[in-house]
């Protein structure tokens, strides 16, 4: 665990000395107050909730998200430190965990520093705390869930750029599957039973369903299950590389 955590407050650590991070922030603060306020239809819908505010998520993190995974191992990889980092008395599990866990932290800060959307909301009228608390757990997870992939997905490569449309394109392709558009597409070209567990793997399904309070131990363990599988997968695409 010393390992792990010392590597995580070195990467935490390495967001900050560049504008990145900064950046980020900015960005995530200003496009969350933008989709709910006026493109989510906040004020009129008339409701005291965060309703709104929640949907945009699974969309601004297709974008913002990648954007910090695709750093995680293809920087190392271009700027010749990742051979440094193999050497080093630290296992890939460790190292890969160090990794996501910083950039899990940092994620969980900027959704924290939305806070005043939370205060207006109760300003305004009287939500129930309990179901934007949970809606905050899940974007949480979901947010995890980008991450471990996009962590998998820099292993692949040396370049960023390459890293991040991947990792934009899964993770769309995520979301995609649990949409009724799509599943009534493939209703003739597959049994029942393989369309149902094709909507099951649905990031959106899992994370409106937390969103709206019902925090059932299936959308939790989806999440977890989820981040657990990509990160051993880009342990193992590690290893691989590290095979003479």
Known sequence: ????????????????????????????LVLAGILTFYSGDFYERGQADLQPFFEMHPWL??????????????????GGT?????????????????????????????????FPIWVTVNYLGAPDNGVILAGYLGSWLMAGAYLAIGACLSTLTRSQVVAFILTV???????????????????????????NAVAHLSLLRHFEAIARGVLDVRDLSYFLLSIA????????????KRTP
């Open 1 to 28: 665990m010393s390992a792990i955590s010392a590597l995580m407050r070195r990467e935490l650590r390495s967001y900050f000395v560049t504008p990145v991070a900064y950046v980020f922030l900015v960005m995530f």
């Open 61 to 78: 993190y297709l974008i913002l998200v990648p954007s910090v995974s695709m750093r995680m191992w293809a920087e190392e990889a271009k």
């Open 82 to 114: 990742l051979e440094l980092l193999l050497t080093l008395p630290i296992s890939l599990t460790q190292a890969m965990l160090g990794k996501f866990f910083a950039a899990w932290l940092f994620i969980g800060l900027a959704l924290l520093l939305t």
């Open 169 to 195: 394109v899964v993770c769309f392709l995520l979301i995609l599957v649990g949409q009724p558009q799509v599943l009534d597409f493939l209703q003739g070209m597959m049994p029942r039973k393989l369309i």
């Open 229 to 240: 599988a990509w990160l051993t997968a880009g342990v193992l695409v590690l290893d691989l």
